[in-house]
């Protein structure tokens, strides 16, 4: 079994913002991670990455927030989903 994309959606938020979302199902778990999804999910910002959620190989799932790097725990993609939008949400207004 190849990666099956899944999700690839760019999402213009206004003038400056933008999300994108990749989520991928992938034959083995990436390492560090448990499950078979590959996601990239982002928030641009002016042209600067402002949040993001990945599982980069070996780093396992986390998310960066400017420059704080902190473990997420994954537990499904539909919550993945649901979080990368609840961060977007609770940040300062969109310009």
């Known amino acids: 079994m190849r990666a099956e994309l ?3 959606e ?16 992938v034959p083995r778990p990436v ?3 448990r499950h ?12 600067t990455c402002v949040l993001r959620y ?3 190989a070996g780093k396992g799932d986390h998310r960066h927030l400017g420059d704080a790097q902190r473990r997420y725990i ?3 993609a539909d919550s993945l989903l649901a979080d990368f ?3 977007i949400a609770t940040l300062e207004p969109m310009k």
């Open 6 to 8: 899944l999700i690839d």
């Open 10 to 25: 760019r999402h213009v938020l206004n003038d400056s913002n933008f999300a994108e979302i990749m989520v991928w199902r």
């Open 31 to 33: 390492r560090g991670s």
């Open 36 to 47: 078979r999804f590959k996601y990239r999910l982002a928030l641009i910002r002016d042209g």
């Open 54 to 56: 990945d599982n980069e």
């Open 74 to 76: 994954f537990t499904d």
């Open 85 to 87: 939008w609840r961060d």
